[in-house]
């Protein structure tokens, strides 16, 4: 009865896209410790071997530079990965709060503040967008 009651007010606070993206970003935490326990305990090994050798003259050494790299490498991309999720996870949170309080977006706004929140900048008599990914630049 009380985790019907709890999961009620859950879902009451959130839909299902923000539970999703959070879970998501939790599920990404986890990994990011795995990633790097796996980063340092392999490095330890790297020092370990480059400073007493490795027993199989430098092979082993090569096997864990290139462990040690690409453990690296999976540290920095779950990072990336976590961030551009959480940015979107705070975005759907401030939408909904938004329209949970009943507030426009562009309340209150004159026309020039609303030109310049959506993106867009006034150079001169020319209007110009900001560059995002779908326009290049261009």
Same mark, same amino acid.
Request: overall charge neutral; glycine content about 8%; aromatic content about 8%.
């Given at each position: 009865?009380?985790l019907?009651?709890?999961?009620?007010?859950?879902?009451?606070?959130?839909?299902?896209? @923000?539970?999703?993206?959070?879970? *998501? !970003?939790?599920?990404?935490?986890? &990994?990011?410790?795995?990633?790097?326990?796996?980063?340092? #305990?392999?490095?330890?090994?790297?020092l370990?071997?480059?400073?007493?050798g490795?027993?199989?003259?430098?092979?082993?050494?090569d096997?864990?530079?290139?462990?040690?790299?690409?453990?690296?490498?999976?540290?920095?991309?779950?990072?990336?990965?976590? @961030?551009?999720?959480?940015l979107? *996870? !705070?975005?759907?949170?401030?939408? &909904?709060?938004?329209?949970?309080?009943?507030?426009e977006? #562009?309340?209150?706004?004159?026309?020039?503040?609303?030109?310049?929140?959506?993106?867009?900048?006034?150079?001169g008599?020319?209007?110009?967008?900001?560059?995002?990914e779908?326009?290049?630049?261009?």
């Amino acid at each position: 009865m009380v985790l019907k009651k709890y999961l009620v007010v859950i879902m009451s606070r959130y839909n299902k896209d @923000i539970l999703d993206k959070d879970i *998501l !970003v939790h599920q990404m935490k986890d &990994r990011i410790k795995e990633h790097t326990w796996n980063y340092h #305990n392999k490095l330890m090994k790297l020092l370990e071997a480059k400073t007493h050798g490795d027993g199989e003259g430098g092979k082993n050494t090569d096997k864990l530079f290139r462990d040690v790299c690409e453990d690296f490498g999976s540290v920095v991309a779950t990072q990336r990965n976590m @961030i551009e999720v959480s940015l979107d *996870l !705070v975005k759907l949170q401030l939408e &909904r709060a938004f329209v949970l309080s009943g507030l426009e977006v #562009n309340e209150g706004l004159t026309d020039l503040e609303k030109r310049v929140y959506s993106g867009e900048t006034i150079v001169g008599d020319k209007k110009k967008m900001y560059w995002d990914e779908k326009s290049n630049g261009e």
